[in-house]
C-alpha cells in the first residue's frame, strides 16, 4: 500500500507565501493526485488536482493564490500557496484517487497543518 506524507505546514502571517510537499512510497506515475484542506469545524474540502499529464484544477476559491505541480521522480506533489489569509488555515492533505468527471479519492496522507494569522 502506497502512503502518502505531507510536509511543509507551519505558522505564517496574511499576506505570505507557503510551499507544501507531499511525498508518496511508491510511484506516482499512473495517478492523479489532489489537496485537500479542512478548517476547524467545516468539511474537507477539495482544493485542486493534478493530472499524470500535469495538468491541473484548481478551486475557484483559490485559484490565482495557490498551484499545484508534480515531480513524478521523485513521486512527489507541490502546492504553492501565496498570499495567504486567515480562512486558509487548516489542515492540508494530499490525495491519490482517480478523476471521474471529479476527483474521487482513495488514498489520503495524514495532513499537515498550516496556520495563517492576522
Known amino acids: 500500500q502506497v502512503q502518502l506524507v505531507e510536509s511543509g505546514g507551519g505558522l505564517v502571517q496574511a499576506g505570505g507565501s ?8 511508491g510511484s506516482i506515475y499512473s495517478t492523479t493526485m489532489a489537496w485537500y484542506r479542512q478548517a476547524p469545524g467545516k468539511q474537507r474540502e477539495w482544493i485542486g488536482h493534478v493530472t499524470t499529464g500535469g495538468r491541473t ?6 485559484k490565482g493564490r495557490f498551484t499545484i505541480s508534480r515531480d513524478n ?8 500557496m501565496s498570499d495567504l489569509k486567515p480562512e486558509d488555515t487548516g489542515v492540508y492533505y494530499c490525495a491519490a484517487g482517480v478523476l471521474v468527471i471529479k476527483f474521487l479519492p482513495n488514498l489520503w496522507g495524514r495532513g499537515t497543518q498550516v496556520t495563517v494569522s492576522s
Open 18 to 25: 507557503l510551499g507544501l510537499s507531499c511525498v508518496a512510497s
Open 57 to 62: 484544477n484548481i478551486a475557484d476559491s483559490v
Open 73 to 80: 521522480p521523485k513521486q512527489t506533489i507541490y502546492l504553492q
